[in-house]
């Protein structure tokens, strides 16, 4: 019903900028909030941020300053813009979608996940 397609991942220095973008299709009627979430080896999923389908945002504390999170609506896709990476901030980096959609004659809304895109910052 909902899909998301996660890109930009892949590795780079430390100090240095990536782009994410998470791409929503389906039968999608509409999507409330969507965020990015990581996780690194051994470690529980954690939220990075979150944006409301106003606009308003939410950041750990870990990456205020350093990272930006943004979406297109008329696309249905946000952004994570993420700059000044530490070597911490490797990990899979997770999309997530809360959506609204109908399929079958019903409308259901859940959350739904990306298949992850991978972030490795080193030298």
């Known amino acids: 019903q909902v899909q998301l397609v996660e890109s930009g991942g892949g590795l780079v220095q430390p100090g240095g900028s990536l782009r994410l973008s998470c791409a929503a299709s389906g039968t999608i009627v509409s999507i409330n909030n969507m965020g990015w979430y990581r996780q690194a080896p051994g470690k529980q999923r954690e939220l990075v941020a979150t944006i409301t389908s106003g606009l308003s945002t939410n950041y750990a504390d870990s990456v205020k300053v350093r990272f930006t999170i943004s979406r297109d609506n008329a696309k249905k896709t946000v952004y994570l813009q993420m700059n000044s990476l530490k070597p911490e901030d490797t990990a899979v980096y997770y999309c997530?979608?809360?959506?609204?959609?109908?399929?079958?004659?019903?409308?259901?809304?859940?959350?739904?996940w990306g298949q992850g895109t991978q972030v490795t910052v080193s030298s």
């Open positions: 997530n979608a809360d959506a609204l959609s109908y399929s079958g004659g019903l409308y259901r809304r859940q959350g739904y």
